[in-house]
């Protein structure tokens, strides 16, 4: 899309945001998914001429022909299709029908002479070619263009954890001072569950299940053709050894969809751990923990001049919200059908493309915050320094180690909602009847230096 039509188009996704989405295009336009009806329709026919039964021949060289069909698709057969439903060519009426329109794209560009124009579409219903087309599409959108975006901030966080491992940082539970952790754990708690979420979308791809069983589900116009034909073990290998896809093989006339809705809750669990890291981010460079790059010539604010805003983790998190209202919706609405079929579906799965497109547009602001964003270790020792009650964790674990039963209650009348210092817990252990080794113990401690096994806990990630 040219810059001025940007301008106008109805949606961000193909106005503003359109240099992050185009890379959807093969996967989610119109054209895309003529493409892969085409495709099903092609491969349909040449599994055809496969059986035995059928009288229907296709030599190599026609075969090769039909496949450039959709290998190599181009502008010009997509406007042929639409004009074929819309308003009609050659000896064709205008079909009004997107599938029916496939079908006669399909039968205009049979070699000169062939027999095989009475075989496209053989028993079919436009839902069999459709779930296929769909799931055709969704797998590769989701294996080309969104796993790779995952894979890569898994990559990222999984870096900043292991550079920042021992980067001491005071961590906040219910908003309040906490025990001490490392900017490099926090980081590999996300890359951790990111890695879980995203094995779980590779999982779900990889069940996407299609149906061949004609109008309701029931191979009966098959059956009717040629009864002594295993039409099931047929569609079988052909949505199996054709097209890669898992088989489905009970459905009405539409497939259940319950993979998609698998495949679109997935995506929700790995957005949702973004959304997760965009906001704590935020929360991050908002305490100044994190120091973000200016870059040259951007303006923060059109009436602050000094502002360097989050605008990158406050971009993904809206779009992943979005993104995961859509995959909700989605997830719900494609795995119901009244009685055998009806249509309200079809244009609703139109929309699967919006939503991976929110999505992608989340995951390159995340990535993009990330890369310019680097821990302000001189801001979280001063506030680590300042903030010397989060050893009173560590205290009162001691004394109870060394029997002292009332451990938690002197260090809580010590420090629960007041300001204390170093000092103030060194007289507190001055006071106390344990072992020198014991006072020696408690008074090395320090806020920076109570952090556990952070900088170990970062290795569980190469395991």
């Known amino acids: 899309m040219t810059d001025a039509h940007a301008l106008y188009a109805v949606s961000p996704l193909d106005g503003r945001y359109n240099n992050r989405t185009a890379s959807l295009s093969p996967y989610a336009s119109e054209a895309a998914l003529m493409r892969a009806r085409v495709r099903v329709e092609v491969e349909y026919l040449i599994a055809l001429a496969d059986l035995e039964e059928t009288p229907l021949e296709l030599d190599l060289d026609e075969r090769n022909h039909l496949r450039t069909l959709y290998q190599s698709f181009a502008e010009e057969d997509a406007q042929l299709i639409k004009k074929l439903e819309t ?36 028993g079919l219903t436009s839902e069999d070619v459709n779930n296929l087309a769909h799931r055709l599409l969704v797998r590769e959108a989701v294996d080309d263009v969104l796993l790779p975006e995952l894979y890569n901030l898994r990559t990222e966080l ?96 539409v497939n259940p969809c319950d993979d998609l809705a698998a495949l679109f809750d997935a995506l929700r669990g790995a957005n949702n751990v973004l959304l997760d890291l965009d906001r704590d981010a935020w929360l991050y460079v908002s305490d100044r923990y994190l120091g973000q790059e200016a870059v040259e010539g951007e303006t923060g604010s059109s009436t602050m001049p000094h502002k360097v805003n989050p605008i990158d983790f406050e971009n993904s998190e809206g779009n992943l919200s979005k993104a995961n209202s859509d995959l909700a919706f989605l997830a719900d609405y494609v795995t119901t059908s009244r009685l055998q079929r009806d249509l309200s579906d079809s244009t609703v799965k139109r929309n699967v493309g919006a939503a991976f497109a929110h999505c992608l547009i989340g995951y390159t602001k995340t990535a993009d915050g990330l890369e310019k964003v680097v821990p302000n270790e001189e801001v979280m020792a001063l506030d680590l320094a300042e903030t010397p009650e989060v050893i009173g964790e560590a205290v009162q674990t001691i004394l109870r180690r060394e029997g002292q039963e009332d451990a938690y209650e002197r260090v809580k009348a010590l420090t629960r909602g007041k300001d204390v210092t170093l000092e103030d817990f060194r007289d507190l252990f001055d006071d106390l009847d344990v072992d020198e080794d014991v006072t020696e113990e408690l008074r090395a401690l320090a806020p920076a230096g109570y952090t556990g096994l952070a900088d170990e806990l970062v290795g569980d990630l190469e395991r």
Do not use: C
Not at 104 to 116: I, M, Q, W
Not at 204 to 218: C, E, F, M, P, Q
Not at 241 to 249: C, D, T, V
């Open 158 to 253: 999984s870096e900043m954890a292991r550079r920042y491992r021992d980067v001491p940082m005071l961590a906040h539970t219910h908003g309040q001072p906490a025990t001490p952790t490392t900017f490099g754990k926090e980081m590999a708690v996300y890359a951790a569950r990111l890695g879980r979420t995203t094995a779980h979308v590779d999982a779900a791809k990889a069940d996407l299940r299609g149906k061949l069983g004609g109008a309701s589900g029931t191979y009966a116009a098959h059956v009717a053709a040629y009864p002594d034909v295993d039409w099931r073990a047929f569609a079988r290998s052909f949505v199996e050894e054709a097209l890669g896809l898992e088989f489905e093989p009970l459905t009405t006339q």
């Open 87 to 122: 308003e009609g060519h050659g000896e064709f009426d205008a079909t009004n029908h997107d599938v029916k329109a496939v079908e006669y794209f399909v039968r205009h560009n049979l070699t000169e002479g062939s027999e095989a124009s009475a075989w496209i579409h053989f």
